[in-house]
């Protein structure tokens, strides 16, 4: 029995309000990435001691990619009670706890104000902010997928990727207002702070919209037949390994792409191709928005296509035309522009794919907690820590072509994985036990 069989009247009439509860919420989950990104330099003069800019820069990525660190925790977490209580409720919880997280960072007392103990705090706050993070994506893709209608499942789902480009967009366009409206000194005063201080509001939304809806015809489903599991999350690793294995080897490339494009680019523009402040934040916005705009033609591809066509598509395209697209932004720029747009399309071609594949590939009881593993373990290990090996790359290397070769070798590796372990997903039904 489908989904769209059992309850069309409710995927029907809920399915915009659906979409919007998704998308604020993992909009508000994914600003804070954006914000972080955008203000990284100044959060380094701010965070750390003035002596060694460099150092302080690396040391404010790692932070970054310290958040990652609880993302698996957060996976097990939200997966687990996800596939336990439901869908809705736990990603309510993961909106409040990420905003409210990301809110404090906007207040917190900087280096000069209490020293070690800045850095600290924010490693804090970026951990409970990578926790919550860590079920969210996963999350809010099983619940909207979960009311699609069937043969437009990855369209309906594009939603999920595009707010998170729209995040980015956003975090980088205030980042460019601040930027160009504020002096030096009101920049670092009190500008940095005001991207992180609007996830107040915005959690508030989010947590307002996704308690007006109800949870997803398949876990109600599960719940009416007494179906749902005492431990999903053991069931999934005892019983689902290939499937976890798998989204991890492809969702690397997905991560990498992702972090370089939204989260890397600005520093690496400004800071090693030459490029102001300014340019960098115009360059990643108009990246995100083609990434945004790209995703739901993207996605309908995908229903069209398939899962495994697109993938494989969208890794060889990495393989490809990532050196191609990163020499173009040492041309001026209008190549740098261009070289962007070109990273932004594929990776709106294999996360437009990703969103469904992982929701299909498993079963209703185990849904949020396998795809939570396989996903948030990729994103751990690759997208946490991208820009801040990049950075390391280019200082080891002495190459701004690093980051990009890194992409593609890496590109490589998960081409190999939907071509020979990739199971086509697009046809599976989605309340199969």
């Known amino acids: 029995m489908t989904v769209r069989t059992e309850h069309p009247a409710r995927v029907s009439r809920g399915r915009r309000k659906i979409a919007l509860a998704s998308g604020i919420g993992n909009f508000t989950e994914w600003f804070d990435s954006a914000a972080y990104a955008t203000m990284s330099s100044t959060i380094a003069a701010e965070f750390f001691p003035k002596n060694d800019p460099s150092a302080a820069l690396l040391a404010t990525w790692a932070i970054f990619?310290?958040?990652?660190?609880?993302?698996?925790?957060?996976?097990?977490?939200?997966?687990?009670?996800?596939?336990?209580?439901?869908?809705?409720?736990?990603?309510?919880?993961?909106?409040?706890?990420?905003?409210?997280?990301?809110?404090?960072?906007?207040?917190?007392?900087?280096?000069?104000?209490?020293?070690?103990?800045?850095?600290?705090?924010?490693?804090?706050?970026?951990?409970?902010?990578?926790?919550?993070?860590?079920?969210?994506?996963?999350?809010?893709?099983?619940?909207?997928?979960?009311?699609?209608?069937?043969?437009?499942?990855?369209?309906?789902?594009?939603?999920?990727?595009?707010?998170?480009?729209?995040?980015?967009?956003?975090?980088?366009?205030?980042?460019?207002?601040?930027?160009?409206?504020?002096?030096?000194?009101?920049?670092?005063?009190?500008?940095?702070?005001?991207?992180?201080?609007?996830?107040?509001?915005?959690?508030?939304?989010?947590?307002?919209?996704?308690?007006?809806?109800?949870d997803s015809p398949v876990f109600r489903q599960l719940q009416n037949e007494d179906s749902v599991q005492r431990k999903p999350l053991r069931d999934a690793l005892r019983s689902h390994k290939r499937q976890i294995f798998t989204l991890f080897g492809y969702s690397i490339t997905n991560a990498i792409a992702y972090y370089l494009m939204s989260s890397y680019m600005i520093t690496y523009m400004a800071d090693e191709l030459g490029y102001s402040r300014t340019q960098s934040l115009i360059a990643s916005v108009v990246s995100m928005l083609c990434y945004s705009a790209a995703c739901p033609f993207m996605a309908?591809?995908?229903?069209?296509?398939?899962?495994k066509r697109m993938?494989?598509?969208?890794?060889?395209?990495?393989?490809?035309?990532?050196?191609?697209?990163?020499?173009?932004?040492h041309a001026g720029f209008a190549g740098a522009l261009v070289g962007t747009a070109v990273l932004a399309v594929l990776v709106a071609v294999i996360g437009?794919?990703?969103?469904?594949?992982?929701?299909?590939?498993?079963?209703?009881?185990?849904?949020?907690?396998?795809?939570?593993?396989?996903?948030?373990?990729?994103?751990?290990?690759?997208?946490?820590?991208?820009?801040?090996?990049?950075?390391?790359?280019?200082?080891?290397?002495?190459?701004?072509?690093?980051?990009?070769?890194?992409?593609?070798?890496?590109?490589?590796?998960?081409?190999?994985?939907?071509?020979?372990?990739?199971?086509?997903?697009k046809n599976l039904d989605l309340a199969r036990r």
């Open 352 to 425: 437009t794919s990703n969103v469904p594949a992982m929701v299909e590939m498993f079963p209703g009881p185990v849904r949020a907690s396998g795809s939570a593993i396989g996903y948030t373990a990729a994103y751990v290990l690759f997208g946490g820590t991208a820009p801040f090996v990049a950075t390391g790359l280019v200082t080891l290397t002495g190459s701004s072509l690093a980051p990009g070769a890194y992409l593609m070798a890496i590109a490589v590796v998960s081409s190999l994985v939907v071509g020979f372990a990739f199971r086509e997903t």
């Open 65 to 214: 990619a310290g958040g990652f660190v609880a993302r698996p925790l957060g996976a097990a977490f939200f997966g687990h009670f996800g596939d336990r209580i439901g869908r809705n409720r736990t990603l309510a919880l993961s909106v409040l706890l990420m905003s409210g997280a990301t809110f404090l960072m906007g207040v917190l007392p900087t280096y000069t104000a209490i020293g070690v103990a800045a850095p600290i705090l924010l490693f804090v706050l970026r951990t409970l902010q990578g926790f919550s993070t860590g079920g969210e994506y996963t999350g809010a893709s099983a619940f909207i997928m979960e009311h699609a209608p069937d043969g437009r499942r990855a369209r309906f789902a594009s939603a999920v990727p595009a707010t998170v480009g729209l995040a980015s967009v956003a975090g980088s366009a205030v980042g460019v207002l601040l930027t160009s409206a504020l002096s030096s000194g009101a920049l670092h005063t009190w500008g940095w702070r005001v991207p992180f201080l609007l996830a107040g509001p915005l959690g508030l939304i989010g947590l307002y919209l996704r308690r007006r809806v109800e």
């Open 311 to 329: 993938l494989l598509v969208s890794c060889v395209g990495f393989v490809v035309c990532t050196l191609p697209a990163f020499a173009l932004m």
């Open 300 to 307: 309908s591809a995908s229903d069209r296509y398939g899962r």
